[in-house]
Structure formats: structure tokens, C-alpha cells
């Protein structure tokens, strides 16, 4: 995948709250009241849903064609929120790519698993695409996905790496496909803040990435 749509994706999560880092590594205080970023701002889910009220609301249905194949490794949990928060983790991911590929930087889908202000950021990381009329091909595993909930389980962070060796964009015009350049570190970690809506839907509040984040 051309680094320059990366890069630029990357620089676009750095403006936002940072967040705990010890879903990937590391010790801290996992047990904190509060996942930075998550229900405090207008544009923040409510947390007045309980996880049968989430199971009831339609979500869309999210397609990516098979010249992008996008792989989730090891994506199950035991506790069900944590499913729950990687379920729509899962989701809010599809609906980004499908968003490139359909060449939607408006998506419904997308916006479905953020909130208004995740939305905006989103927005931006899909444009980093769609102005460049690129589109995403190839396969994309993610994996090594990790967890913390918040002690009242309304706000989460969900961190996971991809793998972008076998993963390209292809501009929509002229057919080139281009990957990253030689020597530049395949894996990125993504750190996302989520809370969970008045409807039960965990959706992004912001997120942040890092090349090279997933061997720390």
C-alpha cells in the first residue's frame, strides 16, 4: 500500500488525545476509570445502552470485493463486551476500506460505527484516498487485536496491527498500482478510543496509528 496515503493517515491521527498504550505491551493501569477520548465531548456516544439493546439495532451490511481481501486473525474474546467492542471494531474498519473502494468519503456505513467527531477524522483518512483516486487491492490481515474496557465498560480501547506486504492502492484512472516503497516496516498499530451509543453500538471517538508500533 503506497506509504504516502499512509503517512498522511498517520499525520492525521497524531492531532488527536493520546491513548493507553498497554493494549500493545507494556504495563500501566489498565483499570482506569476513564479511555481517553471516549464520552467527553458532545459528539461522544452515551453509555445508557445494555449490550441486548445493541443486539437489536440493524446495522448495515458491509461488502468489499474480492480484489481486496481484508482478514481478521484471532478476533474472539470471552468476555462479551469485549466481543462487542470487537465486533463493531471489525465493522467500523470494513466500512473505512469500503468507503476507498466505492470512493465514499460521505459512507453511511462509515459513519454508522463513529461518532460525529470520528467521523470527521475518518473523513479525512478516506479523502487521503479518494483525492488521489486511489483504491485499495490486494490482502490486508489484522490481527494481534487487544482490549481495555473501562470500569463502568461505556468507553473502550481497541489497538490491532495490519500487515501491508501484500496489500497495494491502484489508481482509478490510469491502473498503476503502487505498494510501499523497499525497506519500509509493513506492520502498523492502530489505537482507536470507542464508546458505546444510546442504541448499544461501539463506535469510534478517535484513533491514531503508528508504523513499526506493533513490534514494541
Do not use: H
Request: a neutral charge; hydrophobic letters at 35%; proline letters at 5%.
Amino acid at each position: 500500500m503506497a506509504r504516502r496515503a499512509l503517512t498522511t493517515t498517520a499525520a492525521a491521527f497524531a492531532t488527536t488525545a493520546a491513548l493507553l498504550l498497554t493494549a500493545c505491551g507494556g504495563g500501566d493501569d489498565s483499570s482506569s476509570d476513564d479511555i481517553k477520548g471516549a464520552g467527553n465531548s458532545s459528539g461522544s456516544p452515551s453509555a445508557s445502552a445494555s449490550p441486548s439493546e445493541g443486539a437489536e439495532v440493524k446495522r448495515p451490511v458491509i461488502k468489499l470485493p474480492s480484489s481486496f481481501q481484508l482478514t481478521f486473525e484471532n478476533w474472539t474474546s470471552s468476555d462479551p463486551v469485549e466481543q462487542a467492542v470487537l465486533n463493531d471494531g471489525k465493522e467500523q474498519l470494513r466500512a473505512g476500506y469500503e468507503a476507498i473502494i466505492e470512493n465514499d468519503p460521505e459512507s453511511k456505513d462509515r459513519a454508522f460505527y463513529d461518532t460525529k467527531n470520528g467521523f470527521l477524522q475518518s473523513q479525512q483518512w478516506i479523502r487521503t484516498y479518494t483525492d488521489k483516486n486511489l483504491t485499495v487491492i490486494g490482502k490486508l490481515p489484522v490481527f494481534d487485536p487487544k482490549v481495555i474496557l473501562s470500569k463502568d465498560k461505556a468507553a473502550a480501547s481497541l489497538s490491532y496491527c495490519t500487515d501491508e506486504s501484500k496489500a497495494s492502492t491502484r489508481n482509478r484512472k490510469t491502473g498503476e498500482v503502487k505498494g510501499n516503497p523497499a525497506g519500509t516496516d509493513p506492520e502498523v498499530l492502530y489505537v482507536i478510543s470507542m464508546g458505546k451509543n444510546a442504541q448499544g453500538v461501539w463506535q469510534a471517538v478517535s484513533a491514531r496509528s503508528e508504523r513499526g508500533g506493533c513490534a514494541k
